[in-house]
């Protein structure tokens, strides 16, 4: 403890022998509490959930002001408990101090009754150099094996946020879009793809694959948004694909070894053009298929044998076809994690994501506390 706050300490004691001090009032910074009132009603607790923050100025009439910060690229941001007794990771995944700053941060509880809140905290010059966490997945729990979120609408990246950085190859133009979270990645259906590399998923390893996607109208046979491990000949692997059980409606299709097998998201999504939020999981041999946070359809009689070949965005990496299946449209945020998420998880996804100043709730920005600071002259 350094001087100052050991006298700050025996001030607050009540220990005032020392001779030639003053006191002045010190500012510690701006806070604001930040609710998750949308997650209520779930008997569920969330473990390590991440959760978007969404920053803008006067976000949800809580008098945010980006003025306030000390660091133009948002370096004095921290996050605490609402206790404000111990720190939480967070990622900044956009910083703009002109609109919208998106922000990741992992909640270590979020409790079924809405009664969670967590602490923003920005603008004191004690906390103001950038945290590791902010970039080096420490948001991402051990579960999550990539994460893209294609930011941010300008220039196209296809980092993988999660400490394994499995980052995505862009090839043959994937473009950069606005996205339903900040940026997306566009796919023009010839011949873009984004490689991940290696497969993710392997053995018997359960699964929960998201994304949000924007089918930009018909599609490729087969078009594929993800697959993962599906290769020439055989029947292994795991793709979202169209097809199933027509040519314009996506199923989660899966090899058993000896057949295909196929989950359906129970609408043509070729034909509707809007964003949506695509979730499909595996426990065991369950597979269950999720359209906007909500289960559409499931499966248990099968059991997935995953393939051996690279996990890919925007096509099958499946190659007889010469177009390679694939997508046409845009997609954001896509995350694959070896654990089979509860159906709330995904639903505290989808409207953390979708509808985030109705899940979160942003409250009054508390202006710097002015305490009695005691220095020596
Ligand atoms: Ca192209
Ligand atoms: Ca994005």
Not at 209 to 224: D, F, R, V
């Amino acid at each position: 403890m350094n001087i100052k706050k050991t006298i700050r300490v025996m001030a607050l004691c009540g220990v005032m022998v020392l001779s030639g001090l003053g006191v002045r009032v010190e500012a510690a910074g701006y806070r604001m509490p930040i609710a998750f009132a949308g997650y209520t009603n779930q008997a569920e607790s969330l473990t390590d959930f991440p959760v978007l923050v969404v920053l803008s100025n006067n976000v949800g009439g809580s008098a945010f002001d980006y003025s306030h910060f000390l660091s133009p690229a948002g370096w004095d941001l921290r996050f605490r408990d609402a206790g404000d007794t111990t720190d939480l990771n967070y990622e900044i995944e956009s910083w703009n101090t002109n609109g919208a700053s998106h922000v990741w941060v992992r909640v270590p509880e979020l409790a079924g009754d809405g009664a969670t809140a967590i602490l923003a905290k920005w603008g004191d010059s004690d906390q103001s150099t950038q945290l590791d966490c902010t970039t080096n997945g420490a948001v991402w729990n051990a579960g999550y094996k990539g994460v893209w979120h294609f930011p941010d609408g300008v220039t196209l990246g296809g980092g993988d946020a999660t400490t394994n950085r499995n980052n995505g190859g862009l090839s043959n133009g994937v473009s950069a879009a606005s996205g339903n979270i900040d940026g997306a990645a566009g796919f023009d259906g010839a011949n873009d793809y984004v490689d991940i590399g290696r497969q993710l998923l392997s053995g018997s390893d359960n699964f929960t694959i998201s994304l949000w996607m924007k089918s930009g109208g018909s599609q490729n046979t087969y078009a594929c948004p993800i697959s993962q491990g599906h290769g020439n000949g055989g029947c292994s692997g795991v793709v979202l694909q169209y097809g199933w059980p027509s040519a314009t409606n996506l199923a989660l299709a899966y090899g058993d070894g000896s057949g295909w097998r196929s989950v359906g998201f129970g609408y043509n999504l070729a034909a509707d053009t809007a964003w949506h939020f695509i979730t499909a999981t595996k426990s065991g041999s369950t597979m269950t298929t999720f359209k906007d946070g909500i289960p559409v359809a499931q499966n248990s009689s099968y059991t997935l044998v995953y393939g051996t070949y690279n996990l890919n965005i925007g096509r099958d990496y499946f190659n007889t076809d010469s177009n390679h299946r694939t997508f046409k449209g845009l997609i954001d945020e896509v995350r694959v994690s070896s654990v089979a998420h509860s159906s709330n998880w995904v639903w505290a996804c989808y409207q953390n994501t979708a509808s985030n100043t109705a899940f979160n709730s942003y409250g009054t920005v508390e202006p710097p506390r002015k305490g009695p600071v005691v220095f020596m002259d």
